[in-house]
């Protein structure tokens, strides 16, 4: 039986099409009125250019949403973040968003496997006046992080680190940089809900992307809600981030 206009309408609105941005959310509608309410008005004018930037890029869809960039700016202040990490750097929304909340002494030791796409964005930090914050380093972060690791004096150090790269590596990232992070200090970790395939049945027709790195996800989201040295919090914001406060 053909649905009606109306039915057609309150389909779409209520998200029942494919959503083109990244979000959870099930309204085109409501994100659309989450943005133009409070994330753009409160863009910085050079995280407006990168996005609008990286939106034609053909990777775009590793970029960080508006929306979860404008929360992590929130969490820096709150804790009054000045060492940071973040690993998996894509052209830098998420990095430009963390350098322009830090103090004027603040740094972020960025690490990614590619730093073509790095470059892309890097003009666009440097006119936001926050590159010398930006330690970035080009390769595998495991390799480096067992170096930082090799080192007394590097463990406790950072008060936030935001994890973003590759979802198969994830719990061998943790394992890490928990003992990196101070005690009080924050993990964040995106898309843990994965593009909500996470609650999908086994049997669910997924893309070959989604399926192939759901396990891994999942895997770490029962690791993170069992570990006894933080608290945690998963919010629904973008793809999914999960907050991690080290406890001990």
């Not at 770490?220 to 006894?228: P, R, T, V």
Request: with cysteine.
């Amino acid at each position: 039986m053909a649905i009606t206009k109306e039915e057609e309408q309150q389909n779409q609105f209520n998200g029942h099409k494919d959503l083109p941005r990244k979000s959870l959310l099930q309204s085109d509608a409501l994100y659309q009125y989450i943005l133009e309410t409070s994330v753009h008005p409160r863009e910085h004018a050079s995280l407006k250019e990168l996005r609008e930037m990286t939106e034609k890029h053909p990777g775009n869809m590793m970029a960080t949403p508006p929306d979860e960039g404008q929360l992590l700016r929130m969490l820096i202040k709150l804790i009054n973040a000045k060492n940071t990490m973040e690993i998996g750097v894509y052209t830098g929304y998420s990095l430009l968003s963390t350098a322009l909340a830090l103090p004027e002494d603040g740094k972020i030791l960025a690490l990614d496997m590619n730093r073509e796409y790095y470059d892309l964005g890097l003009p666009i930090i440097e006119k936001a006046g926050v590159a010398h914050k930006i330690d970035f380093r080009e390769g595998p972060a495991l390799p480096l992080l067992d170096k930082l690791l090799r080192d007394e004096n590097n463990k406790g150090t950072f008060d936030f680190i935001f994890v973003d790269a590759d979802k198969d590596n994830y719990l061998k990232y943790h394992k890490r940089v928990i003992e990196l992070v101070k005690v009080g200090g924050l993990i964040g970790y995106d898309n843990t809900l994965w593009n909500g395939s996470v609650a999908a049945p086994p049997d669910a027709p997924l893309k070959d992307y989604i399926k192939h790195y759901r396990d891994y996800v999942l895997e770490l989201n029962k690791y993170l809600a069992l570990d006894s040295r933080i608290e945690i919090c998963q919010l629904s914001v973008g793809d999914g981030i999960t907050l991690c406060r080290r406890i001990m």
